[in-house]
């Protein structure tokens, strides 16, 4: 699907290249509509699940146990990593799905220092539901592109975020 009317971005590049002749504001055109995008993308990802009483956060450690398999557990260290976010705030985040009674935390077997985190079966649940929404929701927002368009959009920024970041030791 094109379109000939100019968007914001092609107005922002126009006043750009007006006002600074001497620069090239083209990647505006990909970063700045990749940036937009995301915006909009994460409104309607957090809908889904507010409909189920989370917030991203939440949605994000409940989801990381739940494909970590039986017994859908890791340490809270393991979340911290996998969900890119800091151990005070993680601690934030057990602390309030542990209220709710979707997770358990207990020390380590081997380490009584260590905190691991487990799905409860109403976080198993819950999180269950959530994600069917959430996949039906992601395939509602691609669905307005080309399947081609799709395919060759996962290879760019697959080959780009390549770039970006270090590549995962594990889901």
Do not use: C
Not at 65 to 77: H, Q, V, W
Not at 108 to 127: N, S
């Amino acid at each position: 699907m094109t379109t000939d009317r100019p968007d914001r971005l092609d107005l922002v590049q126009a006043a750009w290249r007006r006002e600074r002749p001497d620069l090239d504001p083209s990647p505006q055109g990909v970063i700045g509509r990749l940036h937009r995008v995301a915006g909009h993308l994460t409104e309607h990802l957090v809908a889904v699940y507010r409909e189920h009483g989370l917030t991203e956060g939440d949605f994000d450690v409940l989801a990381t146990l739940r494909r970590a398999g039986p017994p859908f557990e890791r340490t809270a260290g393991d979340l911290a990593e996998h969900t890119l976010v800091t151990s005070g705030g993680m601690t934030k985040r057990i602390d309030r799905l542990q209220a709710a009674g979707l997770v358990t935390r207990r020390a380590a077997d081997e380490d009584a220092r260590v905190r691991v985190v487990a799905l409860t079966d109403a976080g198993r649940a819950l999180v269950d539901a959530a994600f069917t929404d959430h996949i039906a929701n992601e395939h509602r927002l691609l669905s307005v592109l080309d399947p081609q368009d799709v395919e060759a959009l996962r290879g760019i920024l697959t080959r780009w975020l390549a770039h970006l970041e270090e590549p995962p030791t594990r889901a």
